[in-house]
């Protein structure tokens, strides 16, 4: 194998596959990337059996072949070559020279045969989505995705595609965030727990333009943009009814800004205990009141007028939980509804209800 | 207190008095010794041994079974008369305690004499002899208190505590155990004024920043308070089997139990637990421990769910000898995150709460989990 390779393009592509790689491997060729030439181009793939990421790159193919080298190596490499020209050579004992402009490495490379091929299953449908449209959808919700091992079926992001209709799910059992779009028909409706590292990643590799397309099978799940493939595994196990996590009809609601509520919370949870920095919201006609109190620091109040004319209520939550939710709306205003001091709130966008994020009270 | 529990059975068993009584789990069963009469300590029963080998070892012995109840009542008491003598009181356990004496000299005298109305006071009082320990701290006032079991009373005078220490055996010190004793033993180091003459660049090389806290130790350093009352740090359930097990359903209902038993425990401290531990001893003693920290909780049912979850992802490769759970990273109760999920936690809560006031008013099992109730071999 032979290739010739422009160092920029060679960069982006190790770029985009290269955070697959987990840095202790059970298996050592899964520390490697695997680079297969093709008409024009060189395959890039990465893979840790559970998320790979496939990308094509630009290149003059001198002689055909496969070989694996050590990703973050070479990726370390070619980021510190100048822009020009890189020439890949595969020698005896799948030892791979490196060339540019003055520079020569060579590297032990691995046999590509043992390499775990980065699948993609072939869906019946896809959906065609705008790039910036997925990586909102994600940030809403993506804050969400729990780090608790134990429940392995928290530790995703739930796509659901039924009716017109994209969702998507994450909860960590104190708040949940939900986010949605309209789409064409979808046919059957499908749903599937993508694991977070695969979000993670997918939300790195978007750009602002393009188009990418999704598609859930059985257990995998696909994205695809020009000249790239990602697949996850789907996480096997029961996602939460989250329908019914969702309050309805709660008896208070309150709208107010976006900017002035979320600088309130920072200033206020400074002295808020450190773990999980409770602050309390007493709502009463035309005021809100936050406060946060810490025995060894001392406390702090601020109030905002709002425009309220219920029942007083006090609620105790995690500010942290409170800023997230409020993180990904884009829209001055925000919309809060709750019932009482047991009862979970719900976080909305002034826009509408594509957004919105359950928090569960905490007892202060 | 001295062989605390085998004394206050023979205090309250005049028949027993001057016979070998060893207290704990039943003899022809695998339980342990949990306290012997200096009568059977004299034919080598220790606490923490196989009760078996205690029977073969002393076959004339009384063998009685732990009742907590009454040596907690008996604790209480005499917690109550070290109390009478400063405020500083850190029981250790149910028969042992630190006392901070600093400062009290105008009322009682010199420490050493404060210290002989304390023994004087619980022998009357409650018919039972304490062995005590005088030191100008805490580390060397407990090792004080063993060397004179029993109705003993060692002073080491301010100043003399490295000489008290050094022809000690290492296994006095605080946190050195049969492994790091071992570690000691290949550098040649079996006294702790070995220790003192050591530099602490080998024991650090050797132990790591323990090899540091050793080193103090063994100079007889120790800055630590007298807590008094400190929370308790874990609330816990074992079990030994009767016979070793390997059968999933028995070790989930045990755990069942236990964590009933804790988080009845945790309700009446008012406490909750954010961190769950399971224990499983195997049949070769082996012992393994894998704890989850979540929310905090004092409900039952959660506590069983996560070590259900920990003991789900266990092979059984062994029989199971021992299975237990404990709660840990304690905080106050009805504080904290409310779960989202599980909407009937809250009404789990106020369950557990009127459970444990009907069982405290008509008995400890009126009302347990369906479970739990032996199943009725009529049916």
Redesign the interface.
Known sequence: MEVILDRDAFLKGLQMVQNIVEPRQTMPILANVLLETEEGTVRLSATDLEVGARVSVPARVVGKGAITVAARKLAEIVKELPAAAVALKVGDNASVSLRCAGAAYRLVGLPPDDFPAVAPASPGAWLTLEAKALRDMLGQTSFAVSH?E?RYALNGVLFSLQGKELRLVA?D????ALASRAIGEVGKPVTGIVPRKAIGEVMRVLGAGEEVQLALTENQFVLQMPNFVMTARLIEGQF?NYEA?VPKNHPGRLTIGRAALGAALRRVSVMAEER?KPVKLTLAPTVLRITASSAELGDAEETLDVDYGGDEVSIGF?SRYLLDALGPIEHEQVVLEFKDA?S?GVVRSGAGDAYCC??????? | MDAFYAAVEQRDRPALRGRPVIVGADPRGRGVVSAASYEARRSGVRSAMPISRAARLCPDAVFLPVDMARYGRVSDEIMAILGDFSPLVEPVSVDEAFLDLTGTAPLFGPPVEAVRRIKRRIRDETGLTASAGLATNKFVAKVASDLDKPDGLVVVAPGSEADFLAPLSVERLWGVGKATARLLGELGITTIGQIQRLSEGPLVARLGAHGRELKALALGRDDRAVEPESAPRSMGAETTFERDCRVRATLERTLRGQAERVARELRASGLAAARVTLKLRWADFRTLTRSHTGDPTQDGLEIYRRALTLLGRERLVQPVRLIGVAAGALRPEARGQLPLLDPAALRRERLGRAVDRINARFGRATIVPATLVPEDPAE
Do not use: E, F
Request: hydrophobic content about 40%; proline content about 15%.
């Open positions: 608790d134990t909860t059992g104190h708040r949940l939460p996590v999980n995690n047991l979970p359950v928090i569960m009270p905490m007892r202060i």
